[in-house]
């Protein structure tokens, strides 16, 4: 089988990885791919990126398959065109994928059906969100109704930082049509996890948890970004907890895009807040894996991934079960100079080893300048190892990041910080089934 990916990240590298180590899997495509998916065994770039030509090519090299990796594809219908065309494609389709291009809509979705999330207002006029900051107070979060590139959230401590989050989306239009709305919500305490699942329309099959940390520097502080590390399993999704996240949240969602006439197949996406006392409330949806977690999810995935999204395209997840990896996965990312405001770009990357039986590292942000790997993005690099805990699996990822250097690197030196200090350092069991 001809296998294409469709996308340029560290996810789509792991995506592209695990899919060719299926035994159906005879090459895998990646459009436009990066530095990493270009010397990939089994893997083999090509420089589209337009929907049609996307589908051109399907159709010309005979392409049993196409996996969507990130999100703006997903809502530009480019699921709904290859549908069109016959071909095979695995994501939703564009109304389905409204749940992440819209945060407006998911939040109106969730109140209509009753997943917990926090309560929100969303506002067009800039005058009435300066003047719900003044009623509401800080900390508040501000959010851009559309896609923005890992750019669209505000977690403003001050009325401030609130009321600068306004202006820069509604008066500046610094993020463009994304920016045009905006939804304001309250503020939630707790731990974040993401929680990650296939869905056949109706069936899901839940995939090993995660967590990432999304702030640009040591002890959670910094600017928010699109994520500086991740590591699966994460602690706070214990079994109680997993059960609950299904019983209030995917099912219902899933049950939901269903009842509205927007069945959902692909990858689904629950970014959740957990408080001390195990309740949870979901944070945003997105419709596609996330980046870095996919990294370490694939690192630790045993079953054959191409199986179980035929499975997912053929309604059949109810019949489906994943094998994990016992190991802890940690991924550390390793980001540009200027990273998140103002990546610089082409930066000459040495020291890259050669994959290893305990650590991959997966490109993101990267091209080839003919021998040489540039930096070409603001997260570069996803240094991913397992290991028997977080500990063991932390020390190898920064053993081997250690021998990566590209002018300006940035790096956390404190990636699963949180799940170390869980009982067991990390080790959990993973539920096998929902």
């Known amino acids: 089988m001809k296998i294409l990916v469709i996308g340029s990240g560290g996810r789509e590298h792991a995506l592209a990885w695990r899919l060719s180590q299926s035994p159906r899997a005879s090459r895998v495509f990646v459009a436009p791919g990066n530095a990493g998916t270009a010397v990939e065994e089994g893997v083999e770039n090509v420089a589209l990126a337009s929907i049609p030509d996307l589908v051109a090519f399907a159709r010309d090299e005979g392409i049993t398959l196409t996996v969507v990796g990130p999100e703006a594809p997903l809502a530009e219908g480019v699921v709904d065109t290859f549908q069109g065309a016959g071909l095979k494609i695995f994501g939703p389709n564009q109304r389905a994928a409204r749940l992440e291009s819209s945060k407006d809509f998911a939040k109106a979705f969730m109140a ?26 800080a900390p508040i979060v501000v959010k851009a109704d559309g896609l923005a590139a890992g750019k669209g959230v505000v977690v403003a401590s001050t009325a401030a930082d609130a009321h600068a989050a306004i202006d820069m989306m509604l008066e500046q239009h610094r993020l463009g049509a994304a920016g045009a709305r905006l939804v304001i919500e ?5 731990e974040e996890a993401s929680f990650i699942v296939l869905a056949d329309g109706r069936n899901v099959l839940p995939l090993a948890s995660s967590q990432d940390h999304k702030r640009l ?22 079994p109680r907890v997993h059960a609950k996240v299904m019983r209030e949240v995917i099912l219902p969602t899933v049950a939901g895009m269903e009842k509205d006439g927007a069945p959902y197949v692909g990858f689904l996406y629950a970014g959740l807040m957990i408080d001390t006392a195990g309740s949870v409330t979901v944070l945003e949806f997105n419709c596609r894996l996330g980046d870095p977690e996919t990294q370490p999810i694939m690192m630790r995935l ?114 699963g910080h949180r799940a170390i200090k869980a009982p067991g350092g990390g080790r959990v069991a993973q539920p096998r089934r929902a």
């Open 112 to 137: 209509r059906h009753g997943i917990p999330t926090a309560a929100y207002a969303t506002f067009g006029d800039a005058a009435a969100a300066h003047a719900h900051i003044e009623e509401r107070g």
């Open 217 to 238: 520097l040591d002890g959670d502080r910094g600017p928010n970004t699109g994520g500086m590390g991740a590591y699966s399993p994460a602690p706070v999704i214990t």
């Open 186 to 190: 309250q503020f939630l305490e707790g």
């Open 302 to 415: 045993k079953s054959d991934l191409l199986a179980l999204i035929e499975l997912a395209l053929h309604g059949g997840l109810d019949q489906a079960e994943a094998q994990w990896d016992p190991r802890v996965a940690l991924g550390v990312v390793l980001a540009a100079h200027g990273y998140p405001e103002a990546p610089r770009k082409g930066d000459a990357i040495g020291g890259l080893p050669a994959a290893g039986e305990d650590y991959r590292v997966f490109h993101a942000g990267t091209a080839l300048d003919g021998a040489t790997v540039r930096v070409n993005g603001g997260r570069v690099l996803t240094v991913t190892a397992l290991g028997h805990n977080v500990k063991t699996a932390q020390r190898r990822a920064y053993e081997v990041a250690d021998r990566i250097h590209f002018d300006g690197m940035q790096l956390r030196r404190d990636i």
